[in-house]
């Protein structure tokens, strides 16, 4: 891809407003994104927050009420023949097709949607059924595969056309560990097969879009609250160092480490849960530093203490922290649709429970 | 068998992909007619209940109104406009119950998404719909119009044959481009519109003639010639295949017949197609391509 | 994890009642029949919407007696007026037919392909072929819209002969009543059917009911017919069911199972069934019927569990 290419997604200022009584409801509220070409982005958002009507919009399924979103240069409202031409999607829970068709069957017709020939197509959905480990259910009819079954036919329905970008909402919804798991390497393994291939995932599970994506844009009531790789973002959630010490003793309690240089505080943890078949008494103690460098002291003072130090390690926010950070409450505490009936004007309410001491939704992103 | 399962057709960048040939455009909406018409071929191969439900009951049906017929000794002719009145039944059943509730049917199914979000133009879907279903249909009508010429002895007495596969061929086209408008307004209208699907069969039959001459209706058979294209169609064929029969006036000669009918396969086509853009556009506008994310 | 025994004993407390697994037997039965009574109702017979309440109950049945007033009309004659009445009576009642057939077969299709419930209906604690009489019972309703819509055109505007002191009330009660329910029993078979079979049988209890048309004597008499499938007329019950009602309502109507020429005739020496004949006939032919439709639905509910056919969509 050349530096002049244009971005492989790029929207501005993008509202959706869905009509409805009593009051309108506002799914989009000024979405500004730019995915880069080759880039796996991700969009991490409860229930409602507006994921899948973006995707809806940028999939060309929806219209935007203003403001603009391009694919590849393409604009979604005007060439949405040639945005279908490069893209292709695949839903969690997605049902779809003819229940009285073989696997086979199913994927061929879609070939055809696609342009590909005849015998083009079947060799092609015959790699696909391999590549995805369905071939024992090659023949098997659609109605009667397993919900991981069936999402793993459509991801090979989703890869037909060799797509440049894949838009993924929710996929691994209602999987199994496994399947789940079977899912993300193939996803992974596709875009690595061709360098710019662009992946769009929508996931209100924190791990996978962890896992998977290198930047994630977290959104909540149409609004995008943080773009940043994981590991900023879990940056601007940790301002100090969080670690966690397993001793055989301590004597003097916590209280001994909270007055040393550089510790900011000093608390009594309960031991794991695999420490305690153990027949050692340990003590574990939460750690907050203001800085790694403090650590040295700590261990220094420990030594000083009598104290050998058993295990040690250093305690990461994760993305729900940032989440929660962002937003004040945590996924589960989301409203169910995104329309949140209880905001007279439709609009998000995700400013509001944010405390004083929080920038401004404008400085994180 | 590539070596990269991930990789099929690769193209230097999505510009490149993008960027379809007429050929391109011309073939996929070509595949994808023979893509979508091979779930309905499939289906009938694999569930033979049609054979009985499709095939077999409706000749009975046609039966009955045979009977009609004789209990009332009519003149033999007349059986025969029952016989041809039941094998294009079998045409227009098709239209409405596997094309215009389709499109409905497709969005209930989660289809629909799927179909706007593909690069082939919609109006391929719905003929391949069309020629799935009419393998079926043609069957259907090739069965009841074979066994009960020979069952109750039909003559046909074809002056024109050349204008009677004509208007035949016409009439279908024209049957389709109604089937296709019939679809977009069911898909904007939902459930409610499913029921209209009720509305299109008995009274449909009966302002269409289908089994007794439509000149008998006066001002209401003159407004089906002018408007359906069954009704214009039987008709016409009618006045082809019995040529020697006592045909009831007041309808147009089968020229002029054949005429309407191409004027209703334009008409019908280009409404169809400004409808389902508009229908595309309206749906995308209020986000009802789908039930599921309502 | 332990269990509280002490939560199993207080059901109040939202312990586990055993007594819930007992059911309270036809107290069930009839609460289940009415729920889906009620939700077919709402479901098919909207009568706040005018649109549908014309299709049903006006468009499609009157249309379907013009269909044969006019066919008889185009050929006229002296016999033709006397016919005339013949066929509107037939197809009055075969609104019931067409509607107490379909309202059954298109639940199974609706709850299954449509709404993806028929798989809760059937693991529900209610029993499935209740559920489903339930549902049917509604467009029964409707059915009867449409004939007494029908009956009411064809006595007003075409001049069917009805002279309501010479019916034949309890003849009438009767047979409506045994015909009826050999409508439901040909719906319930045509259920069973359309469990097995995919979504495009949505056309399936029409072409049912139209192929009945033929051996059922309701738009011309069987007499016409060749003598061995008069024969099968003679053992569907709602040929005795509209031989019944023509008789209680229109007495001077002619039969569509005797008259000169036919089997019946030929058989009995005589020209018309008698009454209690008709009655007798219906209620065998219609225990028959029903016998068969619950053993046929029981079956196919069992093979559909066999072969995981409660929730899957079949559209091709």
Known sequence: ?365 | MSANPYVHRPTPGPQAAAAWTRRQIVMTNVRTVGGRAYPRVRGLAREKSWLFFEILLPFLTTSAFVFVYRALQAPPEYVGFVVLGGAMTAFWLNVIWMMASQLWWEKSQGNLELYFAAPMDIVAVLFGMAFGGMVMSSTRAVVVLVIATVLYGVTFSVAQWLLLVAVFMLTLAALYGLGMVLASLFLMWGREAYHLTQFLTEPIYFVSGLNFPIARLGLLGALAISVLPLAVGLDAMRQLAFADAAYPGGTPPPEIEALILVVMTVVFLGIARWMLRTLERLARREGRLSIRWQ | MSIDPAALDSPAWGGFDPARTRGQGLRDVWRSFVTAAQLGWRNEANWTDPILFFIYSVAKPLSSTLIFVVMIEVIGGAAAREFRGFVIVGTALWAFVVAGIAGLAWSILDDRERYAMLKYVVVSPSDFLTVLLGRGVARLAVGAMGAVITLAVGVVALGLPLEVGRIDWPLLSVVMVGGLSAVVAVGILLAAICIQTRQEAWSYPEAAAGALFLVTGAVFPLSVLPAPVQVVGWATPLTWWIEGVRLAVFPAAPSGIGGAGSAFAAFTGRLRPEPYEIVVALLATGALVALGAIVGFRVSVHRAKERGLLDQTTGS
């Open chain 1, 1 to 365: 891809m050349s530096a002049s290419a244009p971005l492989a997604i790029e929207t501005r200022a993008l509202h959706r407003v869905y009509r409805s009584k009593p009051n309108d409801v506002v799914a989009l509220d000024g979405i500004e994104i730019e995915v880069v070409p080759g880039e796996f982005f991700g969009l991490l958002g409860p229930n409602g927050a507006g994921k899948t009507t973006l995707i809806k919009i940028l999939t060309t399924l929806l219209l935007p009420t203003s403001g603009t979103a391009r694919i590849f240069g393409f604009d979604v409202v005007h060439q949405t023949k040639e945005i279908r031409r490069i893209m292709n999607m695949v839903a969690g829970g997605e049902q779809s097709g003819y229940g009285i068709l073989e696997v086979r069957e199913q994927l061929w017709m879609f070939s055809q949607f696609y342009g590909l020939g005849s015998r083009d197509g079947w060799r092609r959905v015959d790699e696909l059924i391999d590549a995805v480990g369905l071939d024992e259910q090659r023949r098997q009819k659609v109605s009667t595969l397993s919900t991981g079954q069936r999402q793993k036919m459509n991801f090979a329905r989703g890869l037909l056309n060799d797509p440049w970008i894949f838009f993924l909402d929710e996929p691994t919804l209602g999987l199994d560990v496994s399947a789940a798991r079977a899912v993300r390497e193939l996803i992974l393994a596709w875009k690595a097969a061709v360098p710019g291939r662009t992946v769009l995932l929508t996931s209100h599970y924190m791990a996978e879009v962890d896992e998977l994506c290198e930047r994630i844009a977290i959104v909540d009531h149409g609004r995008v609250l943080a773009i940043g790789t994981p590991a900023e973002l879990k940056r601007r959630v940790q301002r100090e160092s969080i670690f966690r010490l397993e001793l055989d003793r301590l004597d003097g309690g916590t209280a001994s480490l909270a007055r040393l240089p550089g510790v900011v505080a000093a608390s009594a943890a309960a031991a794991d849960e695999a420490n305690g078949h153990d027949d050692r008494q340990t003590v574990a103690v939460n750690l907050v530093l203001h800085d790694d460098a403090a650590l040295g002291g700590v261990v220094t003072a420990l030594g000083g203490l009598g104290a050998q130090i058993q295990a040690l390690r250093k305690s990461e926010p994760t993305l729900e922290d940032v989440f929660v950070e962002l937003v004040g409450r945590g996924f589960d505490d989301a409203p169910d649709d995104g329309r949140d009936e209880s905001q007279p004007d439709g609009r998000a309410a995700a400013s509001e429970p944010r405390r004083d001491d929080e920038p401004a939704e404008e400085e994180l992103v």
